[in-house]
């Protein structure tokens, strides 16, 4: 009882603890903004792209999950609330990363918190594909949640759920538009932390507590060689701001990859670090699943593609180690799948095996660029990117069908349905 208590009052401390960090957020941000209006050389002749557009999006995200947490008490009211401003803020964020990539447009912003804290962040065409793919998901994900968040004997927990789940959003864009060390890891670390509190939403179940612990150490072990490989760029640069990266010594650049690659694998579920996929994504509630797989585990692969372009890294053997580690990814993905009768841990393992088709997709780009074979390069990356947002599309769609299934049949096992076609038409093929 005393360890059960313990795991509890861990996660009612993270629960309190993201609650200040998101209200503190929402109240910093007008200080912030107020102190970078000269920072932004503009380029913005569109009067409804906003130069500061992704931070407004952001606080409007975190905004709609604290209104669900705060009127939790009047159930379909608070989910209304959450949804609705959940969704204006992913759209407003949406709109604007698809103007930055259709224009292919780049800017930095470099707000002042205070007088003393650089918080930098910079909006290019890659990281606002990966925001585009974050907030789409989100949206179909948000939506979703309103008729699965059925049980309304637990409102406060549900409530707690769509706090939870903006600031996962949220700290995701954090992640892809940071421009220094320590900003990025505070959006990895809230992103990590609140995914966890999602994979925890039924954590009296003693399968939902043993699944959400061993994701939580998966995670916080990547971020400790996330935060080896900044310290080490730190103590060779001097400094913590992503633009000095490009000054390492070539030797040193390796390392500070490796070291990164690792933690990054690591949330992507790359092997051999992605036995916490099959954990955490079946016992999440499905619209977290959704994002989960479809979005969060990118954020992994978004961490080793910034590596590569901020480090320049043209190495063959690098190359090579992402071909090997993608290949193998996408063989014991598939065969891990195929002895899997849950309908939701299987397209779990059949994520690992998607993020070995992206690394493929990677390395065939880094051997391209190692050989100034242009062409090979740019099929290689484009490759890659496309089926970032083709797993993203079809995994969370799937996720979200299991979550239906299950919600009708009451079972997670294959074995035991039959007969969906005829139960469950739309769901079937829209599945299918």
């Not at 966890?196 to 959400?212: I, P, Q």
């Amino acid at each position: 009882m005393g360890s059960i208590k313990s795991k509890l009052n861990l996660r009612d401390k993270l629960m309190h603890l993201l609650i200040i960090t998101a209200i503190t957020l929402i109240f910093i941000s007008p200080v912030m903004a107020k102190s970078s209006m000269n920072a932004f050389n503009g380029f913005n002749d569109n009067p409804l792209l906003l130069d500061d557009g992704m931070i407004v999006s952001m606080v409007i995200i975190m905004l709609g999950g604290l209104l669900g947490a705060l009127f939790s008490k009047w159930f379909k009211l608070s989910k209304i609330m959450a949804i609705l401003t959940i969704s204006a803020g992913s759209l407003l964020g949406l709109y604007n990363s698809l103007m930055i990539i259709i224009h292919n447009k780049s800017y930095k912003l470099t707000y002042m918190l205070g007088s003393i804290i650089p918080v930098s962040f910079k909006i290019d065409p890659i990281s606002m594909f990966f925001s585009a793919v974050v907030l789409l998901i989100s949206i179909m994900a948000a939506i979703y949640s309103y008729g699965y968040m059925d049980d309304k004997k637990r409102k406060l927990a549900t409530g707690f759920q769509y706090l939870n789940f903006a600031v996962l959003v949220a700290s995701m864009i954090g992640v892809t538009i940071s421009n220094n060390s320590i900003i990025f890891l505070l959006f990895w670390e809230l992103m990590s932390i609140s995914s966890f509190l999602l994979v925890m939403f039924d954590g009296f179940k003693e399968e939902v507590k043993k699944s959400g612990y061993i994701y939580l150490i998966y995670t916080h072990a990547g971020g400790m060689f996330i935060f080896a490989s900044f310290a080490l760029a730190y103590m060779t640069t001097g400094s913590i701001s992503f633009d000095q990266f490009s000054s390492i010594p070539d030797f040193l650049k390796i390392a500070v990859f490796l070291l990164g690659f690792v933690g990054f694998a690591s949330k992507a579920g790359v092997f051999p670090f992605h036995s916490w996929l099959p954990y955490a994504h079946p016992v999440a509630p499905s619209h977290v699943s959704a994002v989960m797989s479809g979005v969060m585990i990118k954020m992994g692969i978004y961490g080793i593609i910034n590596l590569i372009i901020l480090l320049g890294i043209n190495n063959i053997y690098i190359g090579y180690m992402v071909l090997i580690l993608g290949i193998l990814s996408g063989i014991l993905g598939v065969a891990y799948a195929l002895a899997q009768h849950d309908i939701k841990r299987l397209p779990a393992y059949h994520s690992v095996e998607n993020i070995g088709i992206i690394l493929i997709g990677l390395s065939i780009g880094l051997i391209g660029k190692y050989y100034n074979n242009e062409t090979i390069a740019l099929l290689g990356f484009a490759g890659a990117l496309l089926h970032i947002l083709n797993h993203a599309l079809f995994k969370s769609l799937l996720f979200m069908g299991a979550g239906a299934v299950i919600k009708s049949t009451g079972t997670h096992s294959l074995e035991e349905m039959g007969g969906l076609m005829k139960r469950m038409p739309t769901t079937s093929w829209l599945s299918s």
